[in-house]
């Protein structure tokens, strides 16, 4: 495992955590870094990602407004702050690097990221 995601937890609703991602060994690689959930049964859904370089961010229409991506090139971490937190957003959260192309439609897809780490458990109570 190369990426070390951390920082989920149980937590009510409407409350908030963050999340860190920090590369093991290396630093982070390509355009930048992702951050995933998947909930039981379901597929992996894009949450956010932001660029290494101009730290551009995107983020997935269910989190938007309530969660920030950040990054910090001193620590060479970057953090998922998550706000406003609801019980749909329970989920195994993942941070991914090594993607190639910085556009808004790659940084999407699951597809385009080359490492992932193992996932923190991120469960919001009703």
């Known amino acids: 495992v190369q990426l070390q995601a951390s920082g989920g937890g149980l937590v009510q609703a409407g409350g908030s955590l963050r999340l860190s991602c920090v590369p093991s060994?290396?630093?982070?690689?390509?355009?930048?870094v992702g951050w995933f959930r998947q909930a039981p049964g379901k597929e992996r859904q894009f949450v956010a990602a932001i660029a290494w370089r101009d730290a551009r961010t995107y983020y997935g229409d269910p989190v938007k407004g309530r969660f920030r991506i950040t990054r910090d090139p001193a620590t060479s971490t970057v953090h998922l702050q998550m706000n406003s937190l609801e019980p749909e957003d329970t989920a195994v959260y993942f941070c991914?690097?090594?993607?190639?192309?910085?556009?808004?439609?790659?940084?999407?897809?699951?597809?385009?990221?080359?490492?992932w780490g193992q996932g923190t458990q991120v469960t919001v109570s009703s």
């Open positions: 060994g290396r630093t982070f690689s390509g355009y930048g």
């Open positions: 991914a690097d090594d993607i190639k192309y910085g556009d808004s439609y790659s940084v999407t897809r699951t597809a385009s990221y080359g490492d």
